[in-house]
């Protein structure tokens, strides 16, 4: 298929298991599948146009204190988050960008959250209050932030055309394009107001197509645990 030009880790559960068994369920879902999925994407990767792997972590990386049953999720996040840092290093060179965001509690319709708010209110207020926003967060939040890192880092030689990134594929000397020295320039629109200019756009205009296909049962979803 001309290889692959991003792909998301975003696997997770809520832990079913006690004790012992409950870390080897934590392992193999929030650490293993992520690695499992980053051999199948990385080799196609290589393959891709400006190519981006990237792992969603979580704020509960950095916690020391977390919902009961949850010390495994945590301590796999964290490891998570070191798989990143080795993978970048290996495969910056070879022109493939891997990244981790660690969004704080996000709620969306049917989730974990919405299903903590009905059942454990209190919980449900504690988690909110880890935010610097003092709320939950929504999945098209964390999905704008790397969208605008995404692009905020593009740079394009004005004179041979030849795309750069200043976080994973810089130039040898900044500024200037490795195979003819001309200067590397932003797109014009490539500013945060023209970015989320756009993001609300896709918000408005494109979103609720994508949810008219999924009610008329045309939108194909892939379950990532299976």
Same mark, same amino acid.
């Given at each position: 298929?001309? %290889? &692959?030009?991003? *792909?998301?880790?975003?696997?997770?559960?809520?832990?079913?298991?006690? %004790?012992?068994?409950?870390?080897?369920?934590?392992?193999?879902?929030?650490?293993?599948?992520?690695?499992?999925?980053? $051999?199948?994407?990385?080799?196609?990767?290589?393959? %891709?146009?400006?190519?981006?792997?990237?792992?969603?972590?979580?704020?509960?990386?950095?916690?020391?204190?977390?919902?009961? +049953? @949850?010390?495994?999720?945590?301590?796999m !996040?964290?490891?998570?988050?070191?798989?990143?840092?080795?993978?970048?290093?290996?495969?910056?060179? !070879? +022109?493939?960008?891997? $990244? #981790?965001?660690?969004?704080?509690?996000?709620?969306?319709?049917?989730?974990?959250?919405?299903?903590?708010?009905?059942a454990?209110?209190?919980?449900? @207020?504690? #988690?909110?209050?880890?935010?610097?926003?003092?709320?939950? +967060?929504?999945?098209?939040?964390?999905?704008?932030?790397?969208?605008?890192?995404?692009?905020?880092?593009?740079?394009?030689?004005?004179?041979? %055309?030849?795309?750069?990134?200043?976080?994973?594929?810089?130039?040898?000397?900044?500024?200037?394009?490795d195979?003819?020295?001309?200067? &590397?320039?932003?797109? *014009?629109?490539?500013?945060?107001?023209?970015? !989320?200019?756009? &993001?609300?756009?896709?918000?408005?205009?494109?979103?609720?197509?994508?949810?008219l296909?999924?009610? !008329?049962?045309?939108?194909? @979803?892939?379950?990532?645990?299976k």
């Amino acid at each position: 298929l001309g %290889g &692959l030009d991003i *792909a998301i880790s975003n696997v997770s559960t809520r832990p079913e298991q006690q %004790g012992e068994a409950a870390w080897r369920e934590a392992f193999e879902t929030d650490f293993l599948q992520h690695v499992r999925m980053s $051999n199948l994407a990385l080799p196609h990767l290589q393959q %891709g146009r400006d190519p981006a792997m990237l792992f969603v972590s979580s704020i509960a990386s950095v916690l020391t204190t977390l919902p009961p +049953g @949850e010390d495994g999720y945590g301590t796999m !996040k964290a490891a998570l988050i070191s798989l990143t840092g080795q993978l970048a290093a290996k495969y910056g060179s !070879k +022109g493939v960008r891997v $990244n #981790a965001v660690s969004p704080g509690p996000i709620l969306f319709p049917g989730g974990v959250w919405d299903q903590i708010r009905s059942a454990h209110p209190s919980l449900f @207020e504690r #988690a909110a209050a880890l935010s610097a926003l003092g709320r939950h +967060g929504r999945p098209e939040e964390v999905a704008d932030a790397v969208v605008l890192e995404r692009i905020m880092s593009r740079r394009l030689c004005s004179n041979c %055309g030849l795309d750069y990134n200043l976080i994973f594929h810089r130039p040898a000397k900044e500024e200037v394009c490795d195979v003819c020295k001309g200067k &590397l320039v932003a797109r *014009a629109d490539d500013n945060p107001d023209a970015v !989320k200019g756009r &993001l609300q756009d896709y918000h408005e205009k494109t979103q609720p197509i994508i949810d008219l296909f999924r009610r !008329k049962e045309l939108v194909v @979803e892939v379950d990532g645990m299976k």
